[in-house]
């Protein structure tokens, strides 16, 4: 435990002075002036020209390619790409806080079960990859937990309760491919009822796909059409930390005995995530957690008020999300709605595809100019808009805000706008991938202040596992604890 407070001590000394640089709103960029604000000054003096813009670019995108070893351009640009590396999972400041998946076979050897279907069906490439590694762990749990020698526990005693089950991709693997129980709970009744549909198909794949002689578990479903029924059924229904997932698991899976459960969760977003691990701790006979989060961007903090926060959906996920553990409540530190934002992006798909900034973030920081200059208020929300160069975005937005009649102003003017502002906006997608560098320093934060409350309430047995390819699937990590 104290490794990790020391990790998190680190990681928090770091990102404190750059706070404000990693919360500012990209809408303001031109109205306040953020390059000259928060940009460091050597890098500030490296990059003048749009020429240095673009090269600097190049330099974000191969930060992960063995070239950029050897890179001599921009070393302040190089050094800060560099730095920014140590605070993350696997950087020299965070060192041996995440097992590989490799790691993580080793240490579950006795108990380990693979994947034995390869299903590309009805799934996109990260969803393929996902099931494959997290079905596979998780029925490594609960063998795991059935074989423990202080309990008498069986396999089939044995409950998987999947937490934002979604279109159940995860939860209906596991029963099918590895005959383990699995009640899916979803809030939206479409996903459930959806999910209990998508099985028969899956079943008739996996049948056709496997090597019947050699699989008895699948054998026997083809032979019982019953008994994938009575493996996996869905619940709708919303979860907090006070949901009572026993009662509702003896209420989907009346027969049995039930005496244990393991409670997966593949990207539980927003405070869904957290809730999970506050009902692991509470319920003792949950004695499994795999969890991985995501939209960190809908976890209500308890330190901040956020500006944008819509407090309509605090309905869909009450509690707060962040801090879970006791040191940073103690400190009420607050990450920001920025920068949980930042933490649900990936560097290495922004790498890996090149990824230029969307040019709508440099027309809605000129939108802005145009705001101000006629008196509007700052904080007009555009939201996501479709259009076809900056004019047409500009008509759109005002629309969508009502301001036809206070905002005139001829498509000439906004060419001329945009025109005059064009090394500006190209410097803009630089100090995007500048700001982006800090995005897995705060999901380092958040996820060893979540492994942090699992040790604080005293589970030794849990950890954090690189379970995904980061290219494939960006929230890659899960945790994963053991009663
Ligand atoms: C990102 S999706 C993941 C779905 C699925 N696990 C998968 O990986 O395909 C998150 C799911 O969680 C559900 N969800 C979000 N908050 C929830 C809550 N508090 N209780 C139950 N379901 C929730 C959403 O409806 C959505 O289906």
Known sequence: MDRIIQQIDTIVG?????????NCHMVDYLTEQHWKQFVPETIKHELQTVGDYLQAKELFWGQLDPAYKTESRFPGVREFIDNTRRYRLGGSEALGMALTLDEFKDAISDHRKETRLKMTELMNEKKCHEVEVAAATVASLCTAMA????????????????????????????ALEHGIKVLGVDCNAENTIGA??????????????????????????????????????????????????????????????????????????????????????????IRGICNFGCCYHLMQEQFIVDEFYNPTKVSENPGYGFPMSAYLRERAFALGRNARNLAAESIERACANR????DKLGYRALLQVVFLERGEKKSHQVGRLKCNGFVDYVRKAIIRLDLTKNVTI????????????????EQLKVFYLIRQQFASVIETLILLDRLLYLRECGYDRSFLVKLFEPVVSPRCYALIALK
């Open 355 to 358: 990824e230029n900034p969307s």
């Open 410 to 425: 001829t498509d000439e003017c906004l060419l001329e706008l945009e025109a005059r502002f064009a090394v500006e906006l």
């Open 147 to 174: 074989s423990d020698s202080s309990n008498s526990t069986k396999l089939e005693d044995i409950l998987v309760i999947d937490a934002g089950d979604g279109k159940g991709y995860l939860s209906s693997r596991i």
């Open 14 to 22: 770091f990102l404190q002075p750059n706070m404000p640089f990693i």
């Open 196 to 285: 209990q549909k998508r099985l028969e198909r899956l079943k008739v794949i996996a049948v056709r796909k496997s090597n019947l002689e050699e699989d008895e578990h699948l054998t026997s479903l083809v032979k019982d059409e019953s008994q994938l029924k009575t493996l996996y059924r869905t619940a709708t229904q919303l979860i907090d930390f006070n949901t009572n997932l026993i009662e509702l698991a003896a209420a989907y899976f009346p027969q049995g005995n039930h005496t244990t459960f393991c409670l997966s969760g593949l990207h539980t977003c927003g405070n869904l995530g957290p809730n999970c691990l506050r009902l692991f701790h509470e319920n003792p006979t």
